[in-house]
């Protein structure tokens, strides 16, 4: 911890913090210290007839069904080279080409029927264990207690055979944390899900001791007057499931105003302009494309660009509707009997990623910029154990689609098994010094470009570069006190929340017992102001949960009151 003695020399502050007895542990670290998960007094559901469990199942294959889908999918993702090959040899009398398309077509069925023959897997009572490969053999093994989430990807080839795609996550970071079933039929890829997040003992005894969550906690969040979503009682596809949200088609006005949608479509215009370009099309060749080229060529500049603009934002945003429509379709977000938090979503391709809920460490609600100002919009996501580092196909921890901001509190409540709000409230405001800060951040680098376009403006006798440089400073000072009316932070009962950003606006409430540590940083402009940068470090979701420019005596009551004999030693 940076400058402690700014920070132990006073005791009082502590008080203001203390909304509740903090959780009863020893050390910090003992919360985290998992015992080994006691062996099963009865056969698992779905093992072989006549074994004791997945303890004595043998070996098994990925079913025969992989031989149309390995192949086909390796042939779709080299669908336009083969076809570029395929019409310019067939055209040019270069049969070389061809004879390249078809050797293509051979090695990636041989690579399929290779595949399928050399991977195998088990599942035992202890681990998940897969073998595959032929020259380069890989053999992966990922202990059952060390599961974080299984997630089910289905894309339209797979369901088109019946098999889905099995990824067991361990939360480790990083290409060999898990494994990929890729793929078993259906019905087992849904048995696998639930053997793999269940847990031995009472859904809210064993598992919660052994995961960092005390066991008196638990009765505290009951489904006893638990703030829910009101969608509905049960989920009809998982009985005796509880349905916590579906899809609101109203979310579509969001769509647009989402960075990775754009991005997603500027993606796709570029592959298609890099297929034009390999194929040999001019768009100029289309019929009428003449006509229109001579209507714009003899407009205003100022029409031709307001028309340019027009299509391009047409475009992208019927691109984005679409892509939003495909990633979030049939979008339902359920608590299963076992307490796992399940969201399934997905047109072409159907996803589902469930997380036990005894690795839930808290709940975020982030608000784009976008989103916040011409929507009044926000997306839920889950602070969970083994989400850091997983797939980002997956949809990482995001519990929904972006909608209404209220609504969007509301599921975080919800997952979280909150009586009341927790993401939403009163927050704590930061020191005026604070706001100076972002003002100076803000404005000191709109600057530099606001003075280099003073000089151009010097040289080329223009005005719009002026305009254009205080134009530039002008918005720099709004966006730094929206920066500063961001910050904010508060400690609960059961929760240490904050939030900051103004470009992506974050509220993160994390739970005080998935608190593991601090970190404390100070740059040299931060000293100089009397502020401080404090981070609860978590196992969950990114490493760490920032408090920014806070007060050092407030971050000393903060520390103190959620793990008082960590901090006792620095306070002396």
Do not use: C
């Not at 003992?201 to 969550?213: E, I, L, M, Q, S």
Request: charged share 20%.
């Amino acid at each position: 911890m940076s400058e402690p003695g700014h920070t132990g020399h006073r005791d009082e502050p502590a008080d203001r913090y203390r909304g509740g007895p903090p959780p009863a542990h020893d050390h910090p670290a003992d919360r985290y210290r998992s015992e080994p998960a006691p062996a099963p007094d009865h056969p698992v559901a779905g093992a072989d007839p006549g074994s004791g469990g997945f303890s004595e199942s043998p070996w098994r294959r990925l079913p025969g069904r992989m031989l149309l889908v390995a192949p086909g999918t390796a042939l779709l993702r080299l669908a336009p080279a083969l076809v570029v090959l395929v019409l310019f040899g067939a055209g040019s009398g270069h049969r070389a080409q061809v004879w390249i398309a078809g050797a293509a077509v051979v090695l990636a069925v041989a690579a399929g029927v290779v595949r399928w023959r050399t991977t195998r897997y088990r599942i035992t009572d202890e681990r998940v264990e897969l073998h595959s490969g032929l020259l380069n053999r890989q053999r992966r093994s990922v202990p059952r207690d060390r599961i974080r989430t299984v997630d089910l990807t289905t894309p339209l080839l797979h369901r088109m055979v019946g098999v889905s795609v099995v990824k067991v996550g361990s939360g480790q970071g990083g290409r060999d944390s898990g494994l990929d079933l890729d793929a078993v039929t259906t019905d087992e890829a849904e048995r696998l899900r639930r053997e793999l997040l269940a847990r031995p003992g009472p859904a809210h005894g064993r598992a919660g001791a052994d995961n960092g969550t005390p066991e008196n906690e638990t009765a505290e969040n009951g489904t006893d007057g638990d703030a829910r979503v009101p969608v509905g009682p049960s989920d009809p596809a998982e009985p005796g499931g509880e349905r916590l949200d579906r899809i609101d088609w109203s979310s579509l006005r969001y769509a647009p105003l989402t960075v990775s949608s754009l991005a997603a479509i500027g993606a796709l215009a570029g592959a298609g302009w890099n297929l034009l370009n390999e194929t040999g099309l001019d768009p100029r060749s289309l019929p009428g494309a003449d006509a229109v080229a001579g209507e714009l060529s003899a407009a205003p500049v100022w029409a031709t660009v307001l028309v340019a603009v027009g299509l391009l934002l047409l475009v992208m945003v019927a691109g984005s509707i679409v892509l939003f429509v495909e990633r979030w379709w049939d979008y339902r977000l359920s608590r299963e009997p076992d307490g796992t938090l399940r969201v399934r979503r997905g047109l072409l391709t159907k996803r589902s990623l469930s997380v036990s809920e005894q690795r839930l460490r808290g709940v975020t609600v982030s608000e784009p910029l976008l989103v916040r100002a011409l929507g009044g919009g926000a997306q839920a996501g889950a602070l969970t154990v083994g989400l850091a580092g997983e797939d980002k196909d997956s949809g990482g921890g995001a519990l929904g689609p972006p909608v209404r901001r209220a609504h969007a509190h509301a599921v975080a409540a919800t997952a979280a098994r909150a009586t009341g709000p927790v993401t939403d409230g009163p927050l704590r405001a930061h020191p005026a010094r604070a706001r100076t800060r972002r003002l100076v951040r803000a404005v000191g680098p709109a600057l530099v470009p606001a003075a280099v376009l003073g000089v151009l403006a010097w040289f080329d006798a223009a005005v719009w570069p002026v305009v254009v440089g205080v134009a530039l400073v002008m918005l720099a000072v709004p966006l730094a006190l929206d920066r500063y009316r961001a910050l904010g932070h508060r400690l609960d009962e059961r929760y240490l929340v904050a939030r900051h950003g103004s470009l992506l606006r974050t509220t993160t409430a994390l739970r005080r017992d998935g608190v593991i540590g601090w970190r404390v940083r100070q740059s040299l402009f931060q000293r100089r102001a009397g502020v401080l940068t404090l981070e609860a470090t978590t196992a969950a979701g990114g490493g760490a949960v920032q408090v920014l420019d806070l007060n050092p005596a407030d971050a000393v009551a903060l520390m103190a009151a959620v793990t008082p004999d960590a901090v006792a030693p620095f306070r002396a």
